[in-house]
């Protein structure tokens, strides 16, 4: 969706068109749903996550500057919330069975998807930082220069946490006996 | 370019090509729905312009305010949060967030009257300290905390004895200012060093108690603004 189709969206879901802001919800929920998820690791959770992004971003929707991205500013707010829900929890917590249950399938479990399950698992060794940038490379498919804008730090500094990041995560995998050949 | 730096590279084009396999999940069907019957009865809530017009006039003066988030529109809930960049922050008579303040002479405290506390905590390698004074019904509570990473200050209080005047730091910082009833929350990379200004017209104990949360630790304390 191009950016002024977005602002026409926002301009009429704030003069209280909630089928405006359904449609932005349509375009944004995929992506924003499985950010939380790589992010809190839970399924629950991410659901609560990214139903309390979409409230919290209408009610501050007046705040959101014409000419800027959408999704930069409401990626932006799932990040803060994520980063406050694992701030608040106990670090280490176990990987979500449901979750495992859901990309495992109900009756098979194949080799892809146990390496989905334990490369899931790594994720939430990495600290936040890390975390933060594999998601929104990897599962939001953000630029380089996308992430410097929406994380506010140069693309120097994101292309090196995001080498990093997939260092230590190559590291854990490896310890875990996944084979990245 | 080295062998190292081949396998180093290899390896790392591995975990991207694990990662990119790793697909999407589909939201939950009911997710939209259950949004759009939350919001139905709520409405954005409005920018008063000439309020935020007036931050911006300020921050095109000198680099004060990042972002203005006026917050859930409930009444018992509301809270703004501004992300500050340098400056402080005023309340209204209401203890609510009127907005930031380039800091002035009347900001800074002059006289700061009697120490009625001071302690220091250590939380997940931050070290804090936190003192109370009181000048008559001037009370102030001073945070400073060494940290590396994220810290969030939360601190509690009775509306009803302690209205907040002012925020300020002392020193340029990015960090974010949250207000409620009854509550102050910073959050900040790095160092703090702020000052909570109150009123307090009242008579009897007016404590305050103190959060600090650091890498994912939280440390408590009650910080008593009367002399013992």
């Known amino acids: ?181 | 370019m080295t062998h190292d730096d081949e396998i180093r590279d290899d390896r790392d084009e591995a975990v991207s090509r694990a990662l990119d396999r790793m697909g999407m999940v589909e939201p939950p069907a009911e997710l939209k729905k259950h949004v759009l019957r939350a919001i139905k009865a709520r409405r954005p809530t409005p920018v008063r312009i000439g309020w935020i017009e007036g931050l911006r006039e300020s921050f095109r003066r000198r680099p004060l305010l990042g972002a203005v988030y006026p917050f859930a529109a409930g009444a018992a809930a509301a809270a703004i949060v501004l992300t500050i960049l340098s400056g402080g922050a005023r309340f209204d008579r209401k203890g609510a967030l009127m907005g930031a303040m380039a800091p002035s002479a009347s900001d800074v405290p002059g006289d700061v009257g009697a120490r009625t506390d001071d302690q220091r905590y250590e939380v997940n390698g931050a070290n804090v300290r936190l003192t109370a004074d009181r000048n008559g019904d001037d009370v102030q509570a001073g945070v400073e905390a060494h940290s590396s990473g994220e810290v969030e200050i939360t601190l509690k209080f009775d509306p009803r004895r302690l209205k907040p005047v002012t925020f300020t730091q002392d020193r340029e910082w990015q960090g974010v200012l949250e207000s409620g009833p009854g509550m102050l929350r910073i959050r900040q990379r790095g160092d703090v060093n702020v000052m909570f200004r109150f009123d307090d017209s009242g008579a009897g104990d007016a404590p305050i108690e103190v959060t600090v949360e650091a890498d994912g630790g939280a440390v408590r304390g009650v910080l008593q603004t009367n002399p013992v």
């Open chain 1, 1 to 181: 969706m191009v950016r002024e189709d977005e602002e026409e969206l926002v301009a009429r879901s704030l003069e209280g068109d909630t089928k405006a802001y359904g449609k932005l919800i349509d375009v944004h929920q995929r992506v924003l749903f499985n950010l939380a998820l790589r992010m809190v690791n839970d399924l629950e959770d991410a659901k609560d996550l990214t139903q309390i992004v979409f409230i919290k971003a209408y009610e501050r929707l007046a705040t959101f500057e014409r000419g800027r991205k959408f999704f930069s500013w409401i990626y932006r707010i799932m990040i803060n919330e994520s980063l406050n829900l694992i701030a608040s929890r106990r670090p280490a917590e176990p990987l979500d069975e449901e979750m495992e249950a859901l990309e495992m399938g109900p009756d098979r479990i194949t080799e892809s998807n146990e390496v989905t399950g334990i490369i899931q698992e790594a994720l939430t060794e990495l600290s936040p930082d890390y975390r933060q940038v594999i998601v929104l490379r990897h599962f939001a498919q953000l630029s380089h220069q996308e992430m410097s804008e929406l994380l506010e730090v140069p693309e120097k500094t994101v292309k090196s946490r995001l080498f990093t990041a997939r260092r230590i995560l190559g590291e854990i995998l490896t310890k875990r006996g996944v084979s990245l050949a």
